[in-house]
């Protein structure tokens, strides 16, 4: 599976973004995808996952109820709606596919490139 992220950009705090994750490759639907985000000095970490049928979602209790992850099959994406942004959501997002859905990088073996997302004060 070939993911790339796109949907970056400069936001001030309150304002919201959506990033995209396009898939090619294998069937889609066999694989859970997760969203994770790097800040500058910092380590991975996780955001927001859905199940490869996108009926189970999970999200890191600093975005629950600012962001939510979804997915379309038949289009080989997923989204990442992120609305109330605050500047410390500042960071290059990446996608990735896993079998399973889980919050750990350990279990996800295709990346994306990562797309950098800027929120002002």
């Known amino acids: 599976v070939q993911l790339q992220a796109s949907g970056g950009g400069l936001v001030q705090a309150g304002g919201s973004l959506r990033l995209s994750c396009a898939a090619s490759?294998?069937?889609?639907?066999?694989?859970?995808v997760g969203w994770f985000r790097q800040a500058p000095g910092k380590e991975r970490e996780f955001v927001a996952a859905?199940?490869?049928?996108?009926?189970?979602?999970y999200y890191a209790d600093s975005v629950k109820g600012r962001f939510t992850i979804s997915r379309d099959n038949a289009k080989n994406g997923v989204w990442l709606q992120m609305n109330s942004l605050k500047p410390e959501d500042t960071a290059v997002y990446y996608c990735?596919?896993?079998?399973?859905?889980?919050?750990?990088?350990?279990?996800?073996?295709?990346w994306g490139q990562g797309t950098l997302v800027t929120v002002s004060s």
């Open positions: 490759g294998r069937k889609f639907s066999n694989y859970a």
């Open positions: 859905i199940s490869g049928s996108g009926g189970s979602t």
């Open positions: 990735a596919a896993a079998s399973i859905i889980a919050a750990s990088t350990d279990y996800y073996y295709y």
